[in-house]
């Protein structure tokens, strides 16, 4: 059984930085997405970033870019999330997930291509 367990979530000042994890077990898969998504109050879960296990290829959304640094430790099937100079607005539950498949282009923020998903861990940013 596939089970990605986020943490490192929290409450940073704006301004700060949090690092969070994704560790995933029960993979058996040779190619595959890890991606990050990100749920506010009254919005829909946008994705932020993904990476692909066979290149490390990696994407963002352009809300993020030059501060989020998606990463990975294949030794420790982890999945990192680096976000530095965090506004207010990056507040939201952080989930990660896995799709059976690498994504590239476009494919890889929709939420309909994964297939595993964790439980989510809050970020919070206060200003």
């Known amino acids: 059984e596939v089970q990605l367990v986020e943490s490192g979530g929290g409450l940073v000042q704006a301004g700060g930085s949090l690092r969070l994890s994704c560790a995933a077990s029960g993979f058996t898969f040779d190619d595959y997405a890890i991606g990050w998504f990100r749920q506010a109050p009254g919005r829909e879960r946008e994705g932020v970033s993904c990476?692909?296990?066979?290149?490390?290829?990696?994407y963002y959304a352009d809300s993020v870019k030059g501060r989020f640094t998606i990463s990975s430790d294949n030794a420790k099937n982890t999945v990192y999330l680096q976000m530095n100079s965090l506004k207010p607005e990056d507040t939201a539950v952080y989930y990660c997930?896995?799709?059976?498949?690498?994504?590239?282009?476009?494919?890889?923020?929709?939420?309909?291509?994964?297939?595993?998903w964790g439980q989510g861990t809050q970020v919070t940013v206060s200003s």
């Open positions: 990476i692909n296990s066979s290149d490390g290829s990696t």
């Open positions: 997930a896995a799709a059976l498949w690498e994504l590239y282009g476009s494919s890889w923020s929709r939420t309909g291509e994964y297939d595993y």
